[in-house]
């Protein structure tokens, strides 16, 4: 009965594989310093969304090894079913005021709350306006939605007007999706004319600050400030921030919080450690920044928006490639391929943590214009 399937699957593994696009699994253990272990060989990872090192600094460990003592290394169901454990509790009420909201909600990763919060708001009959560089989850939430979904060009602000012009009068409610700092280049949202025009038609926006928390100045705020645990906070979970009758609206109506299991206290001890590093140690949460800029000049790029900076190469052989020659030369900076980004515009992406040090960021620069000075000249 599985040939087929079997069959199903090697044909379109031999169709990823003809156009460089097959994904595989890497044993790698992450260190402290920024470092990694793949194969025997320690190499220095700009691949880690730990902006801040904090996954490995003692107080987060100390802090989830104590919650992993008293609270054991589950929550056992639904927080609805089995009760809020305390770590929980005390992680929202940090988010909340570190966002200046009234309340906040942890969901068990920044995908499934993104799953959850849009169709919980919106269905038929609404309007969802999403940026089109907007991150995967937040697509699958508008679809799940049953709302009408509606791209507008990045950062595309007429766009997004004339959009709204064109189509409030004929949708309930409208939801307009963005990002602080988009995942693959790095950039940020105009987020205070986003909102200007929200408030203009009367529309609710979202925004995903997985990559920006802690790391960038947030600027504006949105009603809706969704992000995770597992970038900036070095643990794991998601978490929205909004009213209290917005999170309490959505504590019985998003599936992916009142249907899943609750995150691990161990987990939410972590981020509650880290999230009181990045409030504490203002000069540390500014160095990711400040070393993607030192990239950024080193190599003519422009100016570094954020923590991440694209390399763009085009086609994804050769992505692979550069990521292969800067493993070789002991720099991990994995190739991001379609369907991530789009065809033609595979990439290497370098993310910088406060873990980084001058002298590795430099490395990886002379490193880029050794085996790219094509890349490095059209930037």
Same mark, same amino acid.
């Given at each position: ?5 079997? $069959?199903? @699957?090697?044909?379109? !593994? =031999?169709?990823?594989? &003809?156009?460089?696009?097959?994904? /595989? %699994? #890497? +044993? ?33 460990? $100390?802090? @989830?090894?104590?919650? !992993? =003592?008293?609270?054991? &290394?589950?929550?056992?169901?639904? /927080? %609805? #079913? +089995? ?297």
């Amino acid at each position: 009965m599985s040939d087929s399937l079997d $069959a199903f @699957a090697r044909d379109k !593994l =031999a169709d990823l594989d &003809a156009a460089a696009l097959r994904r /595989r %699994l #890497v +044993t790698t253990a992450r260190g402290p310093g920024a470092r990694a272990e793949r194969e025997g060989r320690s190499l220095v990872s700009f691949s880690c969304n730990d902006y801040l090192g904090l996954a490995h600094d003692p107080r987060v460990i $100390a802090a @989830a090894t104590e919650a !992993l =003592a008293r609270y054991g &290394a589950g929550t056992g169901a639904s /927080r %609805l #079913v +089995t009760g809020n454990a305390p770590p929980l509790v005390a992680l929202e009420e940090r988010l909340a005021r570190h966002k200046g909201k009234e309340a906040a909600l942890v969901f068990g990763s920044g995908y499934l709350a993104n799953l959850g919060i849009v169709p919980a708001l919106v269905g038929p009959g609404d309007l969802i306006l999403i940026d089109e560089l907007g991150h995967s989850c937040l697509f699958a939430g508008a679809r799940l939605s049953g709302a009408e979904v509606q791209r507008f060009p990045h950062n595309g602000l007429e766009a997004l007007r004339a959009a709204l012009r064109a189509r409030r009068g004929a949708a309930r409610h409208v939801l307009i999706l963005t990002e602080r700092i988009f995942s693959m280049d790095g950039d940020r949202a105009p987020l205070a004319e986003i909102l200007a025009l929200a408030a203009e038609f009367d529309a609710w926006t979202l925004v995903d600050d997985a990559h920006g928390l802690g790391v960038v100045e947030p600027g504006a705020r949105a009603p809706l400030e969704m992000g995770t645990l597992s970038k900036t906070l070095g643990s794991y979970g998601g978490y929205l921030c909004a009213a209290r009758p917005v999170i309490d609206l959505l504590t019985s109506r998003a599936r992916s919080l009142v249907y899943t299991t609750g995150l691990p206290p161990a987990s939410a001890a972590a981020a509650l450690a880290a999230l009181t590093i990045v409030e504490t140690e203002p000069d540390w949460a500014a160095r990711p920044l400040a070393l993607a800029r030192r990239f950024t000049e080193r190599l003519g790029l422009p100016a570094a928006q954020s923590p991440i900076v694209p390399v763009l190469v085009g086609a994804a052989e050769a992505a692979l490639a550069l990521s292969a020659a800067l493993e070789a030369r002991g720099f991990l900076v994995v190739a991001i391929r379609p369907p991530t980004v789009a065809p033609g515009t595979a990439r290497l992406r370098v993310a910088f943590s406060a873990a980084h040090d001058e002298a590795q960021v430099d490395a990886l620069a002379a490193a880029l214009r050794d085996l790219a000075p094509d890349l490095v000249a059209a930037a």
